[in-house]
């Protein structure tokens, strides 16, 4: 073990990723896990969760654990009070994986580290300012930070997916179900939205008018975004991005059309894609690490 | 002169109101001047203000001078990029009325300055977290604090009542052309909202329609709001909360319906009414002296 590192690690409805980095942040591994289905308890995944230390400490010596995890989520108690694809209820993850592991942890949400990732090394490196990230992805939701700090209010903050439309053709749906990646290929009967996005290419009527709903909408939730709180910069994630400008182009005016002329904010693709979150995870523990190093 | 004072002015679209507060915060005096029609240099203005100064320097030494003032104003800069009641374009506000007094100036946004004032002493006194504060007046914005960190993002957070709304029968009008007083007042031809909702109360159909809109939508705005940041309270100002359980349990249900069970946020009515940004003001008067007298 030539030197330390820290482990970040991103536990999905799907599969647990872990990236191992060193001081300069470079990174010396990466693993990948299925998520236990059916823990409540969240007992199960941090037994993996332990297990992807005992491989990564083959590689280095690991300092600290950084883990962010999907849905509502509250940093400071460390508790997960809701996340629908791991069936989580109230869990205290951070006790329970702490308990399972003998180096220190720290502990986020998937969105709000990814937003760290990309305001750090990523889309919004250097910005000053207040940088909102929105990962398209399953489901959507957002993130703000502003100067530096990762707003969560107790960890309510960023369901923009959750609003229901209460007007025009999508009243009584929610946000997420019309511009959320998943959403849209679900109400296409596509495997994906970028199927969605093909299709629209090739010039199918039920595809665009899909495509379109789901631009407006989202376009409709950066418009309320900005008017709150003004970020500097858009950074938009998730795989929906790949679409360019298909996706960017109609977003962009639907978004001004919305808004009275004001300071136009940019509207960027984030840079770390999927692993944004596993890269914030790092983030923290580097974060955890160098608050103890204070008096 | 007894003792020591901080003055806070509060620059309307009418009249220019001060407030002359001791040490401990009791009001000593106040005075209200009208504000110079077509002073788009801010020299009138900053005239008036150093009048205001001079006499209430007959009542008590004055530290420092707190000055809030409508639109979008960058508080770093000074500047108040646009405030279209005071015909202001990019007026550097502070500089000029700085220029006119000889104490030590702070400077802010009025709406931000009421959120501070309620957070310190008012509805949200004592309350952790985040607040979210909603004037409803001739127009509509908002201000939000986090953790005692006043939002501005340059000036242009909170600009809620700009939205153009683009679905149902308001499509095109902005948000406070529906959800503000003002708004209200117009569509239904009275002197005031407050005129309205006594037609509401009287059953008058219009009245009750033009209501009911202006609930929904503000209603609206508050979910997103919520959705976005996730306040623990919303503090409700202007002379429309007198209306009462008329406006808050319409608005609450409202509220309710556009959001999936949640942590719900207290709705609260402001306790400082239109006196909210000249007290913001000299707590901002007041935290520039104790700035001032660190290391």
New interface residues.
């Given amino acids: 073990m030539i030197s330390s590192a820290v482990l970040g690690i991103d536990v999905g409805g799907t599969s647990i990723k872990a990236r191992l980095a060193d001081a300069a942040g470079i990174t010396c591994g990466e693993w990948r896990e299925p998520t236990p289905i059916g823990d409540s308890s969240g007992e199960r995944t941090a037994a993996v969760i332990r297990g992807m230390l005992e491989v990564a400490r083959g590689e280095r010596a690991v300092e600290a654990v950084g883990l962010v995890v999907p849905g509502i989520v509250d940093e400071r108690s460390g508790v997960c009070i809701r996340a629908v694809n791991l069936g989580w209820l109230d869990v205290p993850v951070r006790d329970i994986v702490q308990s399972h592991i003998d180096v220190p942890l720290a502990f986020g949400q998937d969105v709000r580290a990814g937003a760290l990732a990309e305001c750090l090394t990523g889309a919004a490196a250097g910005v000053a300012?207040?940088v909102a990230f929105i990962p398209i992805g399953t489901g959507l939701a957002?993130a703000?930070i502003?100067e530096g700090?990762v707003?969560s209010?107790?960890?309510?903050?960023?369901?923009?997916g959750?609003?229901?439309i209460?007007?025009?053709?999508h009243t009584g749906h929610?946000v997420e179900e019309i511009a959320s990646a998943g959403g849209m290929a679900q109400r296409a009967g596509e495997a994906s939205a970028l199927a969605v996005a093909e299709l629209v290419l090739r010039g199918d009527a039920r595809a665009t008018s899909i495509w379109n709903d789901g631009v407006?909408v989202l376009a409709?939730?950066m418009?309320?975004?900005?008017?709150?709180?003004?970020?500097?910069m858009f950074v938009l994630g998730g795989g929906l991005t790949e679409a360019g400008g298909l996706l960017l182009d109609p977003l962009e005016r639907e978004f001004a059309?919305?808004?009275?002329p004001?300071?136009p904010p940019v509207i960027a693709r984030a840079v770390h894609g999927d692993a944004a979150a596993m890269i914030g995870a790092t983030y923290l523990a580097r974060r955890l690490l160098a608050a103890g190093d204070l008096p």
């Fill in positions: 300012g207040t957002s703000l502003v700090f707003m209010s107790g960890g309510w903050a960023g369901e923009i959750q609003v229901v209460s007007s025009g053709p929610r407006a409709e939730a418009a309320w975004i900005f008017a709150v709180a003004a970020p500097d059309a919305r808004l009275p004001t300071r």
